[in-house]
């Protein structure tokens, strides 16, 4: 196994989100799941965005988020997705590399354009997101760059990418090339209504052990295992799982390993301004902790950490360095 | 004269702002003045985004923001400018008419992609602009809608209209138009440097009666008389203009007319997070006073209270009811 030169590599759906602030009557007088990630169409997303209110793009996707906090805690970070050469695909390319991301995926040239997820924030910090994935659906097995992958110690997936057509061979392509070469395989669960569409291939992901660490939330957990109980679903993932973290919004997370759960609390909030990227953010710190051979309750707060930040602010990226951040909380030395 | 269709309606450059934080010494090391606006060609433009940090996209232009702003106050508002029918193009046409702004410009469908502005915010929230005009090079006499203009109780200008080679025809032709109509005409002087290229012709604007309402602040001010001294250059402006307002930050403006000059506070502000707009939406709330009939005082107390919204936040463009905040202060029932 050859020196690692990435902490984490992150493969994704390339995705601009298009955000803009809606009352709750909105959401229901556009029949949208409050909170969920709805997959849409172009006609759809051309509705949509005629309807919702003034906007502002920032650089998305849930996995993109993830890694671009990796990079901002000052580790290596890269990333494989598509996005078009259009303007937007342009700025998502721009952003991530300026957050300091290695990222080297050719742009489509064609067909559809880049993917925009249309995020509605209510007053209450929420996002309902509706994806039209455009040019992210044509991430093939081909785009996995296997040197890098080989070189990263945790490769880290999203399990959006069942959706497009081709992205489960690149990642199921990204995972064997990523134990072949003695690496971790990291997946999050994404959205409850992710689980339901694929619950047994990603059952079957983890009990397999094609993964090493699962992400979930807490209703995420629950669809996992069509289970009410939290408790009786996180003793079903401690049967299956190698490594798992849950998040729990206020209450934190838990830790599941086979030898035992352990809980470590949120941190205080003054004002949920806008909740996307909280759970794209935990599991930036997470797995930064863990490239950094912190132990799991240290790699947990520095989760928290992450998403406290994200929480603070319009957008899923961070606004100041996580580094300093987790320096100045006693993390990070 | 027929009854108004609008309070206010716009003429400026239709930009779409790329907005980054940046530290003092990146400014230094690409030799921007800090706080000015800087025009730039296409390569000067990816030079800039190559070197710049992530970005988010928000619509912009400065008579556009202002727009924005009055119809924010639940005024009528209309606004007329140049795109390209490009994603950032229908971006802007989307987010100013989802703000409530009519707008019909029609997009140009080939030549240079639409108008941005690449503002670099640094820690004490100022910001330094560089504009790319691309499509916004393309305003002509012809886009200007008469039955719009005459219809409108003020038209509004900004000396920004002087940069692109047709745009300031197209502003004489919407000043006669407005006047013939019995209408009035408002101009922003821009910025500092703005009037350093075009004075004498600002100065014949004003005092050819032109313009029968100036937006300035003091370094523009002081720019446009060659006057280091505040007063003497407040002197030069009432004996030139009919009515005038100079923004001072934090000393709050001046209201200069014929009959005097009164001094108005500025509202505290917590922090200065983003100092982009702020002139912008102090016209906003001036201009909004005046179409609703109040005493220059009461205007330039909604002006006062318009810039203290946006420059809290990210973006020049307000993110609250403007209508909403003034009916809280006291200033609207």
């Not at 109980?229 to 798992?244: I, M, N, Q, S």
């Not at 132990?295 to 957008?315: K, N, P, Q, S």
């Amino acid at each position: 196994m050859s020196a690692p030169r990435y902490d984490v590599l992150g493969i994704g759906n390339a995705i601009v989100d298009v955000l803009a602030r809606a009352e709750d009557d909105f959401l229901a007088q556009q029949q949208m799941h409050k909170g969920g990630m709805a997959l849409i169409d172009e006609a759809r997303a051309e509705q949509i965005y005629d309807a919702m209110g003034p906007a502002v793009e920032i650089s998305g996707g849930s996995a993109a988020n993830t890694i671009v906090g990796v990079a901002g805690f000052g580790a290596r970070a890269a990333f494989i997705g598509k996005v078009k050469d259009d303007q937007l695909g342009r700025a998502f390319i721009h952003d991530i590399r300026a957050a300091g991301v290695s990222f080297e995926t050719p742009p489509a040239f064609d067909g559809p354009s880049t993917a925009r997820c249309y995020v509605l924030v209510t007053p209450d910090g929420e996002r309902t997101m509706n994806t039209y994935l455009g040019a992210a659906q044509d991430l093939h097995p081909a785009d996995v760059d296997a040197d890098a992958v080989a070189a990263a110690k945790i490769t880290y997936l999203e399990g959006y990418l069942w959706d497009p057509p081709h992205a489960k061979e690149a990642f199921r392509k990204a995972a064997t090339i990523a134990h072949d070469a003695g690496r971790q395989v990291a997946l999050t669960l994404s959205d409850a209504f992710c689980v339901g569409r694929y619950r047994a291939e990603f059952l079957d992901l983890i009990r397999t052990g094609t993964v090493d660490l699962v992400f979930a939330n807490e209703t995420e957990l629950k669809s996992l295992y069509e289970a009410s109980d939290f408790d009786a679903a996180v003793t079903a993932l401690r049967a299956d799982a190698k490594l798992a973290v849950v998040t729990r919004s206020e209450k934190g997370c838990v830790v599941v390993t086979k030898q035992g759960v352990e809980a470590v609390p949120a941190m205080p909030i003054s004002k949920v301004v806008d909740a996307t990227g909280a759970g794209d953010l935990f599991a930036a710190g997470f797995m930064f902790g863990l490239a950094q051979g912190r132990d799991h309750r240290t790699a947990a707060r520095l989760g928290v950490m992450a998403a406290a930040e994200v929480i603070g602010h319009i957008g899923a990226r961070p606004e100041v360095s996580l580094k300093a951040l987790a320096q100045q909380s006693g993390l990070l030395s």
